[in-house]
């Protein structure tokens, strides 16, 4: 008898289940707020161990607006889970517009993998609050991606308000966005993982 084929969604499941069992250490430092945080070098390789053991494939890509990552199965290709987020290039004091760039896409891709793959780092979500721009409003881009994720998602609009605490997407803070989007992914996932269902039972 030939054996079943995983979805992306239980490989996913078994997957972050089994993160949760490495022990990541932080290796980066900041000197500032004095707290040691994740480089992407810490998490990047036990995740990528885990993906080949669950034959998935991650793909990163990011554009000037938004940043993403494509897991796919690589038993099923059809099949793939799509996390995003927006981004923003600012300039790194002494660094040239190369160097900021590709310190953008290290946090974006350190985000995206920490967040589809359940990997927490509360010690330096504690201190959000003392980095430069943590209460500022988040820029045109990223309210176009949440309003963008919101209709995909069918979310009703005043319970997410409710959860944002703010009136309007536009009043997010910079420091709320990560969990937000973190929210908004997973519920993505739960969408597409009911779609997907739909189909098999309808064969």
Excluded: W
């Excluded at 030939?2 to 979805?7: D, F, L, S, W």
């Excluded at 430092?29 to 034959?55: A, G, Q, V």
């Excluded at 927006?86 to 974006?108: E, H, R, W, Y």
């Excluded at 891709?109 to 003392?130: H, V």
């Amino acid at each position: 008898m030939a054996e079943t084929i995983k979805n992306i969604y239980s490989k996913m499941s078994e997957a972050r289940g089994k993160l949760q069992e490495v022990e990541f250490k932080k290796s980066a430092y900041n000197s500032f707020s004095k707290y040691y945080y994740f480089d992407l070098s810490d998490i990047l390789p036990p995740i990528m161990k885990i993906c080949d053991e669950f034959k998935l494939t991650p793909i990163f890509n990011m554009t000037k607006e938004v940043a993403t990552l494509r897991i796919t199965n690589a038993e099923n290709t059809k099949e793939e889970i799509l996390c995003t987020m927006p981004v923003g290039i600012s300039p790194l004091k002494g660094c040239n517009d190369m160097q900021s760039i590709g310190g953008a896409q290290t946090f974006a891709q350190k985000y995206l993998y920490s967040s589809a793959f359940g990997i927490s780092e509360t010690d330096a979500t504690d201190k959000q609050d003392n980095e430069e721009g943590a209460l500022e409003p988040i820029s045109n881009v990223q309210v176009k991606v949440i309003e963008s994720l919101l209709k995909e998602t069918g979310s009703d609009r005043m319970a997410f308000l409710a959860y944002a605490r703010v009136k309007d997407v536009k009043e997010i803070v910079n420091r709320d966005l990560p969990s937000i989007m973190n929210m908004l992914d997973k519920k993505k996932e739960e969408v597409e993982a009911k779609k997907h269902g739909g189909k098999e039972s309808g064969k």
